[in-house]
């Protein structure tokens, strides 16, 4: 069974920083480009960044663009979302999911391509 698990968040100040991961079981990483989402309490889910199979190309939303940095280790079936300078607003849960599509230009593919999504875990930025 295909199965995506979270880990990393925690509560941090403004300006801080947390790196996310993202486990695979069940199934080899490789053949998969990974996305990073997060959903705030009230607001729809929001693409936050994504990778491809390799590695050789990630994309970014423009309220992380400089700040976040997608990364993964395929011999460890692991994807990484370093998160620096943290802000009030990056307060959400995170959740990382699998695909086989790429492409759509500066774009992550959008959620619906995902599947095997992990349960999420929950980054708060508070003072």
């Known amino acids: 069974q295909l199965q995506l698990v979270e880990s990393g968040g925690g509560l941090v100040q403004p300006g801080g920083s947390l790196r996310l991961s993202c486990a695979a079981s069940g199934f080899t990483l490789d053949y998969y480009a990974i996305g990073w989402f997060r959903q705030a309490p009230g607001k729809e889910r929001e693409g936050v960044s994504c990778?491809?199979?390799?590695?050789?190309?990630?994309k970014y939303a423009d309220s992380v663009k400089g700040r976040f940095t997608i990364s993964r280790d395929n011999a460890k079936n692991m994807v990484y979302l370093q998160m620096n300078s943290l802000k009030p607003e990056d307060t959400a849960i995170y959740y990382c999911?699998?695909?086989?599509?790429w492409g759509y230009g500066s774009q992550c593919p959008p959620g619906g391509e995902y599947h095997s999504w992990g349960q999420g875990t929950q980054v708060t930025v508070s003072s």
């Open positions: 990778i491809s199979t390799s590695g050789g190309s990630t």
């Open positions: 999911a699998a695909t086989t599509r």
